[in-house]
């Protein structure tokens, strides 16, 4: 951001310019959110550089508009332009206070104290300040990021405000992406204030992309529309290998969410005692009754079955560790592999990286972060950056690598990484996983006949996964979304957005 505005500014766009610009825009969206015949008296936090400069314009514009505005300025040096701004305000007869207890009474608050680029931690006398408005049950819309809050890994220097809505400048910064932020950020969204594409694509011209998960880029990826004259065959085939006597649930859920994923057939291999259980559940599949050992995880799989008479195989949750063999044959295949659970931990036995490195098929990785320490100890032992983690994980492997989380977190082996920015506390259920797994299984053994990328099936089985558990918690609370609930609604949640 330093270097675009930098290119921006060189050209000739004066800074006071663009900072009318920027916060003529916010003046507007928080006008929306907080409209003055319930919202009179805002409070506003000023900053010494040009984050308060903005949150000045916003001040005096919102004084102008009929606001009670109350500024508070704890800092007596500030930037030329924001000392200009400062200034005027007063010069006008808003409100500045030094003392944040003066904020109390006010309806809402504009935090304009510090945005990208602070590396150090809060003095005491502001970090005391930003506790007490987090203490109160007051509204605040933060400026591009919370103050105090890392741009880069989204963690807290010290404390940070908490606020209610981030209004984020020009580009996504990536700390707002990552779980760290999540009980700082509030609800976030872009103000795009129009920046050269042409600076834009010249500084980021060389930089693996980072991109957000939409509902239309996850749509998109859909096998849809499909073919009139289309049949079970041309819609693809997954083979499920999950489940064990202990674990029964695991291969139920797996299935039941390749189901949704619409794939045209499913097979699922689980020991041969608990084929009666999923041929209950899923009278449309093929179940296949596998031999077990004495702990009732599966043994081998039968000879008729040929791995490569199958589209994509999904493999894992559910088996333990004692069905080591069968995951070792599965990943030395040459078919298109989604590994979750216990296929993670085989893998992780077996030596992550030099067993991957050696596949000649596609394969993606569903790791919760624990899993992601067993599979990658030395990326997870310095670990500071979920993006830069995962995208390192992917490049060592050639595997897409899903991190689990609250912010999701897809990487591609070449470079590029797509974050999921919404999802729900709902989803952290035992079995919630396992749904993933199958719908990705089924999304991919589609796309592998209509050549797509394979991440386009991991980011879309996210976005529908994640979508659903928000409609589920919805209609249900966060409580009431188990993971057989969740397998529900997973048709719901993607037809309200083909509507």
Not at 150 to 166: E, F, K, M
Request: glycine share 10%.
């Amino acid at each position: 951001m330093r270097a675009i505005e930098g290119r921006a500014f060189a050209a000739g766009m004066p800074v006071a310019a663009l900072m009318e610009k920027v916060a003529g825009l916010i003046t507007r969206r928080v006008q929306a959110l907080y409209p003055l015949s319930t919202h009179q008296k805002v409070g506003v936090l000023v900053g010494p550089g040009h984050n308060g400069g903005d949150a000045l314009v916003v001040a005096r514009e919102l004084h102008l508009q009929g606001y009670e505005v109350v500024i508070y300025r704890p800092f007596s040096r500030l930037k030329e332009l924001t000392q200009q701004h400062a200034q005027y305000a007063e010069s006008l007869g808003i409100a500045l206070v030094n003392e944040i207890e003066a904020l109390q009474s006010c309806d809402w608050l504009i935090d304009g104290l510090f945005g990208f680029g602070l590396e150090r931690s809060l003095s005491a006398s502001i970090a005391e300040a930003v506790n007490q408005i987090n203490q109160w049950s007051v509204p605040v819309v933060s400026i591009d990021l919370p103050s105090g809050l890392h741009t880069d890994t989204g963690a807290a220097l010290g404390t940070a405000i908490r606020a209610t809505q981030t209004l984020c400048l020009g580009l996504w910064k990536l700390g707002l992406l990552q779980d760290n932020a999540l009980e700082y950020v509030g609800t976030a969204e872009l103000i795009d204030f129009g920046l050269p594409l042409a600076d834009i694509e010249a500084v980021l011209a060389d930089s693996p992309c980072i991109h957000r998960v939409t509902p239309q880029s996850a749509i998109a990826n859909l096998p849809l529309p499909r073919s009139a004259t289309t049949h079970k065959y041309k819609m693809g085939h997954l083979l499920a290998i999950c489940g064990s006597h202990r674990y029964t649930g695991g291969a139920i859920l797996t299935a039941l969410g390749a189901r949704a994923s619409g794939v045209g057939m499913l097979s699922v291999a689980v020991p041969e005692s608990i084929k009666p259980l999923l041929s209950a559940q899923l009278p449309e599949a093929l179940i296949i009754g596998c031999p077990e050992n004495s702990s009732g995880a599966i043994a081998q799989l039968p000879e008729s079955v040929e791995l490569s008479s199958y589209n994509a195989i999904a493999c894992g949750p559910g088996l333990t560790m004692d069905a080591s063999t069968v995951v070792e044959r599965v990943i030395a295949s040459d078919r298109p592999l989604v590994l979750d659970a216990d296929g993670l931990n085989v893998l992780a036995q077996a030596g992550t990286i030099p067993t991957l490195t050696q596949r000649q098929a596609p394969t993606i990785l569903t790791p919760h972060f624990g899993e992601f320490k067993r599979l990658f100890p030395e990326i997870a032992a310095g670990m500071t950056n979920r993006v830069i983690a995962v995208r390192e994980a992917a490049q060592q492997t050639g595997a897409v690598v899903l991190l689990k989380g609250a912010r999701v977190a897809i990487a591609n082996p070449d470079g590029t990484v797509w974050i999921n920015p919404a999802s729900t506390p709902a989803l952290a259920r035992g079995g919630s996983g396992d749904v993933l797994t199958g719908l990705i299984g089924g999304l991919l053994a589609q796309d592998m006949l209509q050549s797509a990328p394979i991440e386009a099936a991991v980011q879309t089985g996210v976005w529908w996964h994640a979508e659903a558990g928000m409609l589920a918690a919805q209609e249900r609370t966060e409580l009431g979304v188990d993971a057989f609930t969740l397998t529900q609604y997973l048709m719901p949640a993607l037809r309200s957005h083909l509507q």
